[in-house]
């Protein structure tokens, strides 16, 4: 019985300490001055006994090329 105790106890200290992983969120945005938006996307990781909040290690990156708006043709 003072095996399992300890064991859910133990459990429970982990849980309520450990670190909190969320995302991807958005974390910046920015052109290449070539028509292209450039996405950095990363994840954040809290830590819960400290309460430190940090990015992830590897952001992901994206481009995206935009294209600009066709005018209308005239007849």
Do not use: Y
Request: glycine share 10%; aromatic share 4%.
């Amino acid at each position: 019985m003072k095996k399992s105790a300890a064991g859910l106890l133990a459990t429970a200290v982990a849980v309520l300490t450990g670190c909190t992983t969320a995302g991807p969120f958005v974390t910046n945005i920015s052109s290449d001055g070539r028509g292209n938006l450039i996405v950095e996307k990363n994840t954040v990781h809290m830590n819960a006994f400290t309460g430190a909040v940090s990015s992830g290690e590897t952001p992901t990156v994206q481009t995206i090329r935009v294209f600009p708006e066709s005018e209308p043709k005239q007849k």
